[in-house]
């Protein structure tokens, strides 16, 4: 049997864990924390890029954000965040063609724990911009760690591609985004992750009987493993704010 994160049974169980729809360690706190700063009366229209199953979305919209846009390429995830949250619109859309997407353009744009997923990371980077009008903001909140240094086999392909911090304004620049800033969030991480495993312990009855045995294990093993990566640097948590370029 294959076990990844990304599938629609460890996408459940993390909801289940975190209490809602959250595709993102810290759930509403990690959201507060990447949306401070934004001036909200410059913003009318919203894009979640790997919204996952809506509930970050949900959450825009219940904080009267304007118009939420959630895109994914899981069609699953977008069939649930359609049936959950039918107010918001949800579009089975991949990144690495989001350039042939014309929307009206967006006046923000966030990834949550969404760009390390992606294989073309810097095509992804430049098929945002063509969404998004001169002077909107962009963040980014993920992992990431320095070039050359490994992680533990143990986190497998799940923990796909983190940011290469070295790299990651480099990149936002050639796309068309400056006013580039960067927060390191690590020690939050750890915290949020910490939780996360007490409420696997909470809810291990749940996840056997729905899943089996085989899963909860495979949860508690991972998310130890990404835990303690974030605890001694192996891996971290960032936050990376831009400004699309006016020209």
Known sequence: MTFQMNSPEGKTILAKARGGDFAHPGEE????????GLKREN???????????GGTAAWFQRNDWGKIVGIDLDEASIAYAQ???PEIEFLTLDVAKLATWRPEPFDFAYLLNSFYAFPNQRLA???????????????IFDYAK????????SLGADIGQPIITEDMAIWLNESGWNSVTFEDCTAQYVVWYDSLLRSFQREEGWIVEKFGDHWRRYVVDWYGSLRMALAVGDLRGVLFRATRAES
Not at 125 to 139: D, K, Q, W, Y
Request: charged content about 20%; glycine content about 6%; overall charge positive.
């Open 43 to 53: 913003i009318q229209r919203v894009l979640d890029v790997g919204c996952g199953r």
């Open 146 to 153: 320095s070039r050359g240094s490994r992680l533990p086999a």
């Open 83 to 85: 049936h959950t949250y």
């Open 29 to 36: 706190e990690a959201i507060l924390l990447v949306t401070s």
């Open 125 to 139: 980077l430049r098929n945002i911009t063509t969404v998004c009008r001169p002077s909107a903001s962009l963040c």
